[in-house]
């Protein structure tokens, strides 16, 4: 009795580590300017077909459909108008282009010598397709199906590059030896189109007013860094594609401010922003903070994900929803560069756990990690990507080859009269220095104003003379403090050195070169206390 052909499951990379087999096939044409509009809409499609194909499990024995695991192709499922083959004519269809992702599962198939349930070829051959070959698997919802079944447990990974289709099998071991069946080739056939073709009249055509533009941007924004958004000015062109976080004409909102003039079309997502952030007020004590963040972040991917425009060919991305996007595959026939913002995952668990080997007792290093996938997700993403932009200095190191540098804004503020105190902008765990700090000060006796008072580590600050902000803290400021060992945003920092106080931080900060800014080792409890002592007798002398 033959078992029934259900959708199988997604697996896990690492159960999968051997290479068996690859197809490439390039994703772009060059053809005229209304034919690139159907093939903006074909990728689109590979998008979607790769969503729903990429690290599908195969067990041994087990019926694989085309058709069980990609569904019918639907516009309200985000499938787009690409070229089909049809009686030989390639003309314009929703889903028109999912067959170059049945072309590369034939083509592994017969590769890894799996046996071949369904299989049918076009009925003409493009020149320089897969079906001059033999190689071709022409697939038509819902009866005309790729089947196969494989002898040995497989993983399919399915992932766009910004010009090529890259499809694989992996399997856990070589048990069993491949053996290629080969196909038969095939001859090329003169085949229409439905965009030059010249037969006007025929209800398919499709007209040139109707071509779409290569060459347009979008920049996926998540935090609103003013950095980013004076390179995005410069960066951006007519048809650009802007989306935020929260938007509104009335007013600026704070940490959500960005000039959206010249822009083509600006999307916001206002509503998932705002119930992030009461989710956020309300999970607070049940749920790490670093999670929440991990789900904002999710959110806002899946919804820009959904509406960026097909013909966008380069995207600027905010780091934060890079993983999400990679994973989902909307960044799959595209080039893309990312706006970095924080440690890139990988680093940064290497870095923890170090620290966390090194200070055992420091719990704070032991907090909470990423997931595996996202981790892997990012690190892939960033090897892909064509550029990365930052302004931090210590994360622009990591890729030197691919950085722009940008330099940091700092934010306008009145020059203040130097107060008496030492400021830490904090929080009060181990990642920035708290240790350290509070080692230094029990030796100095300076006063301490702690910025932003979250404290994990019980008792930490005894022995230090600790201080109360009243009003603005640059008031009582004599000089900032930010020992990390761990960095992302130093906006205290700038904000200190623009109203001309004094700055002792670490590298890994990220701030770089300035007058008022003094260097240190991270973890370097002798050379802060030097650096601390210097910079207060200095101070003392100017008074």
């Known amino acids: 009795m033959t078992r029934p052909v259900h959708r199988l499951q997604q697996g896990s990379g690492a159960d999968y580590p051997t290479f068996i087999a690859e197809s490439r096939s390039p994703l772009w044409t060059s053809e005229s300017s209304v034919e690139q ?4 809409g074909k990728v689109q499609n590979l998008r979607k077909g790769c969503e729903r194909l990429h690290m599908i499990e195969v067990p041994d024995s087990e019926v694989f459909s085309f058709w069980k695991h990609i569904g019918r192709a639907k516009k309200r499922s985000g499938y787009a108008v690409g070229r089909e083959l049809r009686q030989g004519c390639l003309i314009p269809t929703v889903g028109g282009g999912l067959c170059q992702l049945s072309n590369a599962l034939y083509e592994l198939a017969l590769k890894c010598g799996c046996e071949i349930i369904e299989r049918h070829a076009h009925t003409a051959v493009v020149p320089g397709s897969a079906a001059e070959r033999g190689h071709d698997a022409t697939v038509f919802w819902n009866y005309v199906d790729l089947r196969f079944r494989p002898k040995q447990d497989i993983l399919i990974r399915a992932v766009l590059s910004k010009d090529e289709l890259i499809m694989s099998f992996w399997g856990k071991q070589k048990l069993v030896p491949i053996v290629e069946i080969k196909a038969q080739s095939r001859e ?8 030059d073709c010249g037969v006007a009249e025929c209800f398919r055509h499709v007209d040139i007013g109707h071509s779409r533009q290569s060459g347009r941007v979008a920049f996926l924004i998540e935090e609103c860094w003013p950095e980013f958004e004076g390179f995005a000015r410069e960066e951006k062109f007519q048809e650009s594609e802007l989306f935020l976080p929260f938007h509104s004409r009335a007013a600026l909102v704070g940490r959500y401010a960005w000039d959206t003039d010249g822009y083509a079309r600006v999307v916001s997502a206002n509503f998932r922003t705002a119930l992030s952030s009461i989710q956020a007020r309300f999970g607070r004590g049940s749920t790490p903070a670093i999670a929440l963040q991990l789900r904002r972040s999710a959110t806002l991917a899946s919804y820009y994900g959904e509406r960026i425009s097909i013909d966008i060919s380069h995207v600027y991305v905010t780091q934060t929803l890079l ?18 913002t924080r440690w890139p995952l990988q680093f940064l668990h290497r870095t923890l756990n170090d ?24 690190t892939e993403a960033l090897e892909r990507a064509d550029r990365i932009v930052t302004p931090h200095r210590f994360l622009a190191g990591l890729f030197p080859s691919k950085t722009k540098l940008l330099d940091w804004k700092l934010p306008p503020t009145k020059l203040r009269k130097r107060g008496h105190s030492i400021a830490f902008p904090g929080p009060s765990v181990a990642r920035k220095g708290a240790f350290e700090l509070r080692d ?3 030796t100095l006796d300076y006063p301490l104003m702690v910025l932003n008072r979250h404290a994990v580590e019980p008792e930490l600050w005894d022995g230090v003379r600790l201080e109360p902000v009243n009003g603005d803290w640059l008031d009582q400021a004599a000089v900032v403090v930010q020992p990390a060992f761990l960095e992302n945003n130093p906006r205290t920092l700038l904000r200190a050195l ?8 670490t590298q890994e900060c990220g701030i770089g070169t300035h007058p008022l800014l003094a260097l240190v080792p991270a973890g370097d409890t002798a050379a802060l206390t030097h650096a601390l002592r210097k910079t207060m007798s200095e101070l003392a002398i100017l008074a």
């Open 355 to 378: 620290l966390a080997s090194k200070f055992p007792e420091r719990r704070t290093f032991q907090e909470f990690r990423a997931p595996a996938w996202m981790v892997e997700a990012e």
């Open 188 to 195: 090329r056939a003169v085949v229409n189109t439905c965009t």
């Open 498 to 505: 623009a109203a001309g106080i004094p700055v002792i931080a």
């Open 440 to 442: 230094s000060l029990r």
């Open 323 to 340: 993983p999400f996007l990679w994973r989902k595959g909307d960044l799959g026939g595209r080039s893309f560069s990312v706006f970095m």
């Open 37 to 40: 509009s159907l093939q903006f």
